[in-house]
């Protein structure tokens, strides 16, 4: 009877601690579906907490969000713009390489524009350039009324410095008709960026060279006065000169200056020649070139109406990264199909080179004397297919704009086998071809330049750039100033300790 009354209990025993792992099992499995349904809930943010958290990032609503959308794609081309500037047709909607992207015309959702803060320098280092004389105490043009021209040929692919300039002093004016991407501000504490007004590229064009009488060339001598004006003001002391924009996009611009004002954000055409320290993609914008051949307008070409698969005119024998030009003209020089010569702007080059190229297919962009050059800003104004054979390359808007969807990227080191190129483009069909040929149609406004600036356009394109890298420019001039009050306070104590008269 013992032995049974032993065998029942411990029975009972084995059932009862079954049940409680089966319901304790229950238990953690039901809490595991709680947890994991949980984590599929949308997260919030309460904006309010932020500091203006759209203006540094999307401005005006026409910079291109990765939330925005379109319907319809922008297929009018702006026209060529030199001096004040033709005006094109408008469109508020754009769809940019494959995804929809909405370029918004009205100020949604309150978004600012970004905040520009310009220096007024005197005359001779802006519109004085153009042979501009300034009237009563005023050192700007009436933008209103006339503006000086630009002077044409290859002096435009850098003057992106005038058409920035004419955008800001608008911004002022009531009745120009322009985007509104960037303002001008008045009092510097309320500014996101620091704009320095300096023609650059054009000084370097005009006044580099050093006359008979002249120790100095007039292009130093104003980079000298500038660095010294610029370092003594007090908004570049506040910040270490980080929120200011310098203009320097030829790449022999800002030689003897650039290395003074490297805490600044440049707008350049490429890194070319500069160290990393001093310019890189982190801090600083890369802006287009202002392309130089005629816009193709009402463009009905079709892949079999251009008859020339692959064209290049320009320079072959270039130094550093160029080297690869003259290898790929002996290589491309028998195709019968491809137009590979030398050409110039002299003797009526700029027809040339748009006729030629509004009659391609594909257009090559090889490295020069530097990673860019205007070739790829001619070709996407002829919806010619850019090839782009350019390693270090950097792209205007890249972090918005997918390139690969409208442009060809080859490796020098492929680029310079025997036959790698040409099977390469004769290996794209008409349907792929025309995909990318309608892409540049879509795009080709967002590399215009125009006065007045109009909604996506190159002028308005660049500003929102900037904008993109306020947020980094501020994180680090807060970052900069962490221990400046305690130096601050260490410094007035040690003033107030006094001197033994035998210390020294």
Same mark, same amino acid.
């Given at each position: ?137 005023? @050192?700007?043009?009436?933008? $209103?009324?006339?503006?000086? #021209? *630009?002077?044409?040929? %290859?002096?435009?692919?850098? &003057? ?124 600083? @914008?890369?802006?287009?070139? $202002?392309?130089?051949?005629? #816009? *193709?307008?009402?463009? %009905?070409?079709?892949?079999? &109406? ?199």
């Amino acid at each position: 009877m013992a032995e049974k009354h032993v065998s029942s209990h411990g029975f009972v025993s084995r059932k009862y601690l079954l049940c409680l792992f089966s319901f304790i099992l229950a238990l953690f499995i039901l809490s595991w579906f709680f947890v994991l349904r949980s984590t599929h809930r949308p997260n919030f943010t309460d904006h309010s907490l932020l500091t203006n958290p759209l203006h540094s990032v999307i401005d005006d609503g026409s910079s291109l969000s990765w939330t925005q959308k379109i319907d319809e794609p922008q297929l009018e081309n702006r026209g060529e713009v030199s001096g004040g500037g033709a005006e094109g047709e408008e469109s508020p909607k754009e769809k940019v390489a494959g995804e929809d992207v909405k370029c918004n015309t009205h100020n949604e959702n309150n978004k600012e524009p970004l905040k520009v803060f310009m220096y007024d320098l005197p005359a001779e280092f802006h519109f004085e350039l153009l042979d501009w004389t300034p009237q009563g105490d005023s @050192v700007w043009p009436d933008v $209103k009324t006339k503006i000086p #021209s *630009y002077p044409g040929g %290859l002096n435009l692919q850098h &003057s992106i410095e005038y058409w920035l300039t004419l955008d800001i002093l608008a911004s002022e004016i009531p009745g120009i008709p322009r985007a509104g991407s960037a303002v001008r501000v008045r009092n510097s504490s309320e500014a996101d960026v620091i704009f320095v007004p300096f023609f650059s590229s054009l000084s370097y064009n005009r006044y580099s060279k050093v006359n008979p009488h002249q120790k100095k060339s007039k292009n130093k001598l104003l980079q000298e006065k500038l660095v010294k004006f610029v370092t003594s003001q007090r908004e570049w002391k506040r910040s270490g000169g980080r929120d200011h924009i310098i203009l320097a996009h030829h790449p022999n611009s800002m030689l003897d200056a650039r290395m003074k004002l490297w805490p600044a954000m440049f707008i350049l055409a490429d890194f070319g020649r500069y160290p990393p320290n001093v310019a890189n993609v982190d801090k600083d @914008v890369i802006a287009p070139y $202002k392309h130089v051949v005629r #816009s *193709y307008v009402d463009d %009905l070409s079709t892949f079999d &109406s251009r008859p020339i698969l692959l064209y290049f005119q320009g320079a072959i024998y270039r130094k550093d990264g160029g080297l690869a030009r003259q290898e790929l003209f002996y290589l491309l020089k028998d195709e019968k199909d491809v137009h590979f010569q030398f050409g110039s702007i002299q003797k009526d080059g700029v027809t040339k080179a748009s006729k030629g190229m509004h009659s391609s297919k594909f257009c090559l962009n090889i490295a020069g004397d530097t990673p860019s050059s205007n070739r790829l800003f001619d070709a996407i104004a002829s919806h010619c297919v850019p090839v782009i054979i350019s390693d270090d390359i950097e792209l205007p808007y890249e972090d918005v704009l997918d390139y690969s969807q409208f442009c060809i990227f080859v490796r020098t080191s492929d680029a310079v086998k025997e036959k790698f190129l040409i099977n390469l483009i004769r290996g794209i069909g008409k349907d792929e071809w025309t995909q990318m040929w309608q892409k540049l149609k879509e795009v080709e406004h967002f590399f215009e330049f125009q006065y007045p600036s109009k909604e996506g356009d190159a002028v308005q394109m660049i500003w929102q750039a900037v904008a993109r890298k306020v947020p980094s420019m501020r994180m680090k001039i807060h970052k900069s100033k962490r221990y400046s009050q305690s130096l601050m306070v260490n410094n007035r104590e040690l003033k107030k300790i006094p001197t033994p008269n035998n210390f020294w």
